[in-house]
């Protein structure tokens, strides 16, 4: 049986990346492959939220999903002027990461990080990773597309997915508790695709 993958050429025609499933109801949607490449996208349905040590910025790859769809979400986190946030590697202190409220049928993937800096706290002679300038995370997240799974699906309209961004932050001087900030996304439910779509010749 043929298990579907993606292809990412570049303007030469030559293989840039390239993306396979595990499973061949499972598919990457195509806003999720390219903004889990960098590409830049207008986000969609997004939502801002404004804490006392950074600016937080999440929006989905896709406003609609289907039952076997990869899709992403995106967390686009500006730290304050000053401030920095810790980054996975940090002992002592809670790196910033994603939480997805478990639900069936719907599976998170590991979070996608990316490079962070060195940070030196000269009083306590002190070397941790943090993220001081703006940065994207990506959770991956799949919607099941087994019979069992598009079987308790049918006949809904949405699918709502809840979590949180956990980090910490500081600045030269204070360091603030950490803190949890909450986060929601609907997206509208649709069939999965049984036919391929005919393109009307040009």
Request: with cysteine.
């Amino acid at each position: 049986m043929a298990f579907p993958g993606t292809f990412m050429l570049d303007r030469q025609g030559r293989v840039s990346s390239r993306f396979f499933e595990d499973f061949y109801i499972d598919r990457n949607t195509a806003s999720s492959v390219m903004l889990r490449l960098g590409a830049g996208m207008t986000p969609v349905a997004a939502t801002k939220i404004s804490t006392g040590q950074v600016e937080i910025t999440t929006f989905p790859s896709d406003t609609a999903v289907a039952p076997g769809n990869r899709f992403s979400l995106a967390f686009d986190v500006a730290p304050h002027a000053g401030m920095h946030v810790y980054a996975p590697g940090a002992s002592g202190y809670k790196p910033v990461s994603v939480t997805i409220a478990p639900q069936p049928f719907v599976q998170v993937r590991p979070l996608q990080y990316p490079r962070s800096e060195i940070y030196f706290f000269k009083p306590l002679n002190e070397r941790v990773p943090v993220y001081q300038k703006p940065f994207r995370l990506i959770q991956e997240v799949l919607l099941e597309g087994t019979p069992q799974a598009q079987a308790a699906l049918q006949g809904k309209e949405s699918l709502t997915i809840s979590g949180s961004v956990e980090y910490q932050a500081c600045d030269d001087k204070l360091c603030f508790n950490p803190a949890s900030v909450p986060v929601t996304w609907t997206l509208t439910l649709r069939p999965i695709l049984r036919e391929r779509p005919v393109v009307p010749p040009r």
